[in-house]
Structure formats: C-alpha cells, structure tokens
T-cell receptor, first 117, second 112 residues
Framework: DTEVTQTPKHLVMGMTNKKSLKCEQH?????MYWYKQKAKKPPELMFV???????INESVPSRFSPECPNSSLLNLHLHALQPEDSALYLC????????????????FGAGSRLTVL | GDSVTQMEGPVTLSEEAFLTINCTYT??????LFWYVQYPGEGLQLLLK?????DKGSNKGFEATYRKETTSFHLEKGSVQVSDSAVYFC???????????FGKGTHLIIQP
C-alpha cells in the first residue's frame, strides 16, 4: 500500500459546526503532516507529527486541532471556523529522514476540500 | 530562511514542444530538491527528486539536474503532451520531518 487516504473528499460546514478530517497511511511512515492549500497557491504547512508527537505547529489558530491517535492515523478537528478557512486540506506522510539517509520524500493524499459557510 | 523561486506562468505550449520550467533556491544547508505535480482536483504527486549536487532526477520523460553552482533545479521535457497540463511545484527539504519549502507553482497548459 503506497497511498495516503483522506476522508471526506468534500466537506461543507457552518461556522458553528464541529467536524473532523481524517488521514490514514499504511506505509510505516513515522512523520505525518497537515497542509492547507488555497486556490492557485502552494501548500502551506500547518502541523507535523513525528513518531506520534506534535513537532511543528506553524502558529495555526486554535480552531484547528490536530490529533495523532497512532502511527497510521492523523486527524484534524475543526471548530468555529471562518469562511476564509475554506481551502483544500492536504495530508502527507514520510519516513522521517532524521534517522536515515536520503531524501525525505513526502507522499500526499488527494485532499479534503472544505467549504465554510 | 529557505526559499524557492519558480516562474509562475501560466505557461502555454503546443503539443510536442520542448518544456523548461526554471527553479532556483536559497538554503542554509545541503537540501534535497523535488518537483511535484498537481492535476486538477487532486493532491500532489512526486514527479522526480535529487539529493545531492549533479544528481539528475527523471520520470515520465521529465528531467531535472541539481546544480549547486547556480542553485538551480530546472525541469525539462523534450516533447510535451496534452496530459502534462497541470501545476508543477519545485520544492526543497533540509531533511528531517520539517516538511517542504515550495515555490509558488507553475501552471502549464498544453494545447493540441
């Protein structure tokens, strides 16, 4: 299995809703990432988990709450979002090259397209 | 900090034309370099990579050579197809689980 699977593919939510995005990989990767991508822009890093511990939080508002229940799963909990949070949310995983040689290649999922009304 | 600069486009070419998308980078260490491609409505797919100076990455007819002296990693293809229409991102990684630094992306349009 060489895929990163994201669900749901599309999500529409109101500003008072609570929802979650889910990401799963079975490649044995120990680093997992959340990126946010607005239209016609490059992905922006939000969070990184390394060995199931949060290692990077790029000053993301607290209405986004990541969770890594185990080495294969990554969630992004959403609460009280704003319309400007509408975007494509991409999950990625990698081996974490800090303990191995070679390039740290990220494998991306297809993304969850979020619309906040 | 690290940065990646690439031509933004859109770049419009006819089928079978030669493609070059320029990419230059600034990094404090010795990064690995990547090209990712994003087709409409999809996530990013790794196209090719290079981990050290003078390495050449290649895949699906695309090539890029890691040039340390010019801090460049230009993407080339000898004969493009309509199916190559997509957004191409140049990116670098300094290693570890720090994520990627992306360029702004180049929208490529191939006309039949």
């Amino acid at each position: 299995d060489t895929e990163v699977t994201q669900t749901p593919k599309h999500l529409v939510m109101g500003m008072t809703n609570k929802k979650s995005l889910k990401c799963e990989q079975h490649m044995g990767h120990r680093a997992m990432y959340w990126y946010k991508q607005k239209a016609k822009k490059p992905p922006e890093l939000m969070f990184v988990y390394s060995y199931e511990k949060l290692s990077i939080n790029e000053s993301v508002p607290s209405r986004f709450s990541p969770e890594c229940p185990n080495s294969s799963l990554l969630n992004l909990h959403l609460h009280a979002l704003q319309p400007e949070d509408s975007a494509l949310y991409l999950c990625a995983s990698s081996q974490d090259s800090s303990l191995s040689s070679g390039a740290n290649v990220l494998t991306f999922g297809a993304g969850s397209r979020l619309t906040v009304l | 900090g690290d940065s990646v600069t690439q031509m933004e486009g859109p770049v419009t070419l006819s089928e079978e034309a030669f493609l070059t998308i320029n990419c230059t980078y600034t990094a404090t260490g010795y990064p690995s370099l990547f090209w990712y491609v994003q087709y409409p409505g999809e996530g990013l797919q790794l196209l090719l990579k290079a981990t050290k100076a003078d390495d050449k990455g290649s895949n699906k007819g695309f090539e890029a050579t890691y040039r340390k002296e010019t801090t460049s990693f230009h993407l080339e293809k000898g004969s493009v197809q309509v199916s190559d229409s997509a957004v191409y991102f140049c990116a670098l990684s300094e290693g570890g689980a720090d994520g990627l630094t992306f360029g702004k992306g180049t929208h490529l349009i191939i006309q039949p």
